[in-house]
Structures are given as structure tokens and as C-alpha cells.
């Protein structure tokens, strides 16, 4: 038999299976196939007798989806770096910091980015695919002769620290208590509390309590905390959830200056700010949930191309099936007269804040693009066009309107099942892989889980205008490209309009039609100029940032020009900033 990895998911729900029991614990209540079994030690087995797909390894997995089992490649002889079990996630192979360089991470959720990066921190202890566990000494044998055998050697004589900023920054102020200035005075080890303060943008929140402030700020904060903190390798987890484009390229400033004197991972989904941080880069690839290989280290541009096109020609390996490609400019499409949403003389009273959107209008067919920076408005308009809220003055018609909103909700007992219609609208919802997740409750998803159900539940529902207010949140970068087609399919096929707010441009670029930028002074006012044509709204939101972007020649890829370099001079002066 080939080598396989046989990954438990789910218990087998005995409705689903319709009799094939995929998986027993009690050997007594036979039903149908005996296809799996689990013996007395609790260990998965396949039945080679009863079971095709165990003896044939047909099948990549259980009808059912119960169980994935999964060919691992032939070149994968040596055990992995850490297994949660003999049939669960194995990760084969680590990243490593390079001095002076910022090396980046990419790829899909589940393929084990976060379980390398916190091996490398030591806040998990890698097994070798043992039970018992590995020693730091067994780690330095695995390495003998690779560049991870230094790096393990200074762990061990206590000459490398490494410090890692979380994913779920969410979490922080459930163990942190105290003013965000009490935070990073505590944390600044580096005597650089001003310079970060400076960086990041967060002076104005210095005496708010860490549990007040906003997701951004949040974000903002932990990485100004992981930063302030002595280490020889700082590790970032992706360091952009719930920042706007222009936190996002501070951020990128911050920690390219932290890289200087230091070694910085970063763990990246948005392929711009990938680019436009790291020196180096690794892919991840393999299959979700069930193992995780790390690729050698490339040239920043070259990994996400080969990312991008899904093969890896040196290694020989292509982990998907399809590229991923870009237009080389937008294509204005046939014009649609037929207006199904729009909007005049809004304005809208918030606290302090004030919004006004003065005249617009959604077009059947068509996907328009929002942008602009946090706390300017964007969530109080497309709540006012979906209906939830009401104008203070001004006029909105619509057809009818589907709306999913910016936060999700996450305590409720229903499954995806319930909530739904896979078996009217799966094949329209494809892309999503909901039947994955059919018989898990809402409560049990992981954020990029829930971001696809609650994508599925607004697009399913009979509308002719859909407004996703940041869907492209806690995806990877296949699904935002998935996702991103899917909505694109979904205008023109239907004949509908769709709203979009999101922070990735790349994602508004592969999607959008037409682009609304909102200007103004967050928290202040807020003004919604547009729809523009996507080059026009492009120039007229880059502009505001001083930023230009090129087209990469391989596949079309926005990526940003270096500030001030020729190219960034020669398309301000010509005043096309983006196409």
C-alpha cells in the first residue's frame, strides 16, 4: 500500500451515512461496510478486506466526510517535524529566520503556518511523529547539516529568543489588563516605546483601557508590544486583520526598520503587503487539515508567482490544480442602464461622526468596490443602503437587498446544515466547500469557517442587490480568490448588483466593476465619492496614500512600486497610479 495519511475530522454522523458506518467505537452495532475501524488503543485503521478505498487508496476521501484519506507525496520518506497523532495533521519541514531579512509565510488555512512558527517560538514542543515526544538534541540530529541545526544549537545554549505577536489579537485583552500606554510601558524592554507610538498611529488611544479599543487599534498594539520586547527573531501572525491599506503599509514600514537589526516572519494572506514586507519567502502546500509541507526559500516575487501558478518546478510538486491570474487592465463591460439600487443626498449622524454619500447608484450585473480607511464611514453607508439603518436626511431605493455584515455571530447551536440550502444552492456556492462543514454548529467555526458560511447565507438568499461587508476577512489567499470569482459569476449570471467593502485591493481589483473611495477624517466625517470607473476610483483613492502600483509581466499581479523609485515617479507624473 502507498503511504497515506488518514486524518479523523468528524465523528461519523449516522443520518449522513446512510448506513456505511465509516468509523465505530463499539464493534457489537455493525451497519453497512466496516470501512474503518478503531481498535482498543483508539488508533484509526483501515479495513482492507471490506473497504475499497483502503485497498485501492481510490478515493481521496470518505464519501461521507468523516475522514480524509489522503496520498501523502513519495518524496516525503523522512518522519515530519511534529504529528498531532498517527491520524491527524502532520507538518513536514520548518521555516527558518535569516538574519537581517524579513521571511515570509504563505498558504492556505490549515496547512499548518501557525503550528511551524510556534515550534520555532517554543510554544510548542515538535515530536518527530513520536509519542513520547522530542528533546531539543533530537531536533538538532533531524537538521544534521541544514541551516535549522544552528538555529536549534542557539535555542539550546540560550543564545536566540524569539518573540511572537498571535493571530487572534482578539483574545489579548482577556489576559491583559490596564491602559494601552500601562501595556507598552510594560513591554518596552527596547527603550523604543515613543518610536512605535509614532509608527503605528496610537497615540491617541494611550489612556483608553486595552479592552475598549477596536480591533485595528488592538492590532496595532500587539504589534508595537511583540516589537518592544527583546528578541533575535520577532514573529508575525498575520499582522494585518482589521487594518485599512494605509495601517497597512505603516505596518509594513515598521517592521521592515524592525528587520534591520533583527530576523522577522511574517505569516501574510494580503499578496500585497506579502510583497511588500518580505525579503524571502517559504510556500506552504499540502492538504488542509491533514499535512503541511514547507517549500525552500525563494525570492519574494518568484514564491508568490509560483504560489500564484500552483506548481513548484524544482521540487516538482504542484499542490493546485489551476493558476491564479490576473487582467492585465479592467475591462469595461457592455453598459447595464438598469438600476436596481441608488442613493441621494445621504447623511447620516453617528456620535461625533458624520456621513454623507450625495448621489450613486448599483447597475444590474455589476460588482462595485468599496475602499477607504477605517472609521470613515464605509460599514454606516452599506448598513443604510441594506436597510438595517435609517438616513437622517436623503433618499435610498432598492430592490431587495441581502446584506452580510462586517462582525459575525458566533453563539448559535444551528449547523451549517440548517442554516444553508446546500442542496439548492451548492453548486452556486461551490467555491465556499461548505459540505465540509455541514454537520458542524456555528459556534464550533473557526473565524475563516464562519467568514464562508455567513458569504453562503447572504448570497443565498433571494435578492437582487447583495451587500458583504468585508468577506474577504480570515480567508487565505485561494479562498479571497475563490470567493472573489464566485461573486463576480454570481452579478453577471444572476443579473444582480453586489456592494463590497474590503481592505485587500488585490481582492477589489480581481472583483470589482466600479470602486466608491470614501475620504475624510476618521471618526470626524466621512464623504462617498463614486462609483467610479476602476481606474479613475484607483487614482483617486492611491493619490491620498502617495502610493503607485505596476502590473507584474508573469501574471498580471497589482504589485506596489518603492516610494520615490522610477517607476513610482514616472506613473505619478502621467497620473495613472494604477493601471
Known sequence: MKRIAVVHKEKCNPEACGGYLCMRVNPENKTGKECIVIDADKKIKINEDQCGIGVQISANKCPFNAIDIVKLPEALEKDPVHSFGENAFRLFDLPIPKQEHVVGIIGRNGIGKSTAVKILSSMIQPNLGKDEGATID?????????????????????????????????????????????????????????????????????????????????????????????????????????????????????????????????????????????????????????????????????????????????????????????????????????????????????????????????????????????????????????????????????????????????????????????????????????????????????????????????LSQDAEVYVLDEPSAYLDVEQRMMVAKMIKDIAETNECAVLVVDHDLLFLDYLSDRLCVFVGEPAIHGDCTGPYPMEEGMNHFLKELNITFRRDPQNNRPRLNKLDSQMDREQKSSGRLYY
Open 138 to 458: 533530537d531536533l538538532i540530529q533531524y537538521y544534521k547539516g541544514k541551516e535549522a541545526q544552528t538555529f536549534f544549537e542557539k535555542v539550546k545554549e540560550n543564545k536566540l529568543s524569539v518573540i511572537y505577536k498571535p493571530q487572534q489579537v482578539d483574545a489579548i485583552p482577556k489576559l491583559v489588563k490596564g491602559t494601552v500606554k500601562d501595556v507598552l510601558t510594560k513591554a518596552d524592554e527596547r527603550e523604543m516605546m515613543d518610536e512605535a507610538i509614532a509608527s503605528l498611529d496610537l497615540k491617541h488611544i494611550l489612556d483608553t483601557q486595552i479592552d475598549k479599543i477596536s480591533g485595528g487599534e488592538l492590532q496595532r498594539v500587539a504589534i508595537a508590544v511583540a516589537a518592544l520586547k527583546k528578541a533575535d527573531v520577532y514573529v508575525f501572525d498575520e499582522p494585518t486583520s482589521y487594518l485599512d491599506i494605509k495601517q497597512r503599509l505603516k505596518v509594513v514600514t515598521f517592521i521592515k526598520s524592525l528587520a534591520q537589526q533583527t530576523s522577522v516572519i511574517v505569516i501574510e494572506h494580503d499578496l500585497i503587503i506579502l510583497d511588500a514586507v518580505s525579503d524571502q519567502m517559504h510556500i506552504m502546500f499540502g492538504k488542509a487539515g491533514a499535512y503541511g509541507i514547507v517549500s525552500l526559500p525563494k525570492a519574494t516575487k518568484a514564491g508568490i508567482n509560483t504560489f500564484l501558478d500552483g506548481y513548484i518546478r524544482e521540487e516538482n510538486m504542484r499542490f493546485r490544480d489551476h493558476p491564479i491570474k490576473f487582467l492585465a487592465k479592467n475591462i469595461t463591460k457592455r453598459p447595464n442602464t438598469h438600476v436596481v439600487a441608488s442613493w441621494e443626498g445621504l447623511k447620516k449622524q453617528a456620535g461625533k461622526f458624520h456621513l454623507s454619500a450625495p448621489q450613486g447608484e448599483l447597475k444590474k450585473g455589476e460588482v462595485v468596490g468599496v475602499l477607504g480607511e477605517n472609521g470613515i464611514g464605509k460599514t454606516t453607508f452599506v448598513r443604510l443602503i441594506a436597510g438595517v439603518d435609517k438616513p437622517d436626511e436623503g433618499n435610498i431605493e432598492t430592490a431587495p437587498v441581502s446584506y452580510k455584515p462586517q462582525f459575525l455571530e458566533t453563539d448559535d447551536d444551528r449547523t451549517v446544515a440548517e442554516i444553508v440550502n446546500l442542496a439548492k444552492h451548492g453548486t452556486k456556492l461551490r467555491h465556499l466547500n461548505l459540505h465540509e462543514l455541514a454537520w458542524k454548529k456555528l459556534k464550533q467555526l473557526s473565524g475563516g469557517e464562519l467568514q464562508r458560511v455567513a458569504i453562503a447565507q447572504c
